[in-house]
């Protein structure tokens, strides 16, 4: 039984390549696939949660302590809460700059994912530091139908649900301005 082998060439090799990866034949650059998940909705709710509750956290501090005074929790406690919600702070801050720098400097998934994060951030803080003549002169400017509808939506709900009082619900920040 004869066997016979043929030598392999750079050109026998090339067109090998050919077959398997067009792209690094054409280009020599390996593709790396990004598996990792897109998800910009998820991400700007969740940093707009995140800031929202951070941005709470730092204004609320006298409220927290005069919370912590009213409870059973033993006194020797409070600065242990309220030095655990100092680090959690501490260490949010320190997330969002990290997200910054991936935003700014990262490709693909993770770019997109932190820029969703930093896009619910930027909302958060907006609302919540957005004084309440904005929001009063923002009606004020809709024409009369959209001021109507919204008024009507308004009745309608004191109609379905006339345990909640909206005339008292004004537009305000978590600091109470």
């Not at 060439?9 to 090339?14: N, P």
């Not at 649900?161 to 109470?176: C, D, I, K, W």
Request: hydrophobic share 45%; with cysteine.
């Amino acid at each position: 039984m004869l066997r016979t082998t043929k030598k392999l060439t750079h050109r026998d090799f090339r067109q090998r390549i050919r077959r398997v990866d067009p792209h690094f034949y054409r280009t020599g650059n390996c593709v790396q696939m990004d598996a990792r998940a897109t998800r910009p909705i998820g991400a700007t709710l969740l940093g707009f949660g995140w800031a929202y509750l951070i941005i709470t956290l730092l204004q609320n501090r006298p409220i927290l302590e005069a919370s912590l005074h009213k409870g059973d929790l033993p006194q020797d406690y409070h600065a242990w809460v309220m030095g655990g919600l100092s680090v959690f702070i501490a260490a949010s801050l320190v997330m969002l700059g990290a997200h910054v720098m991936r935003f700014l400097f990262q490709n693909g998934a993770r770019k997109k994912n932190s820029g969703g994060i930093l896009m619910g951030s930027l909302a958060a803080m907006v609302m919540i530091f957005t004084p309440p003549s904005v929001w009063q002169a923002g009606f004020a400017m809709l024409d009369e139908n959209s001021q109507t509808f919204i008024q009507s939506a308004s009745a309608k709900m004191e109609i379905d649900m006339p345990e909640v009082n909206l005339t008292q619900v004004a537009f305000v920040s978590s600091r109470g301005n």
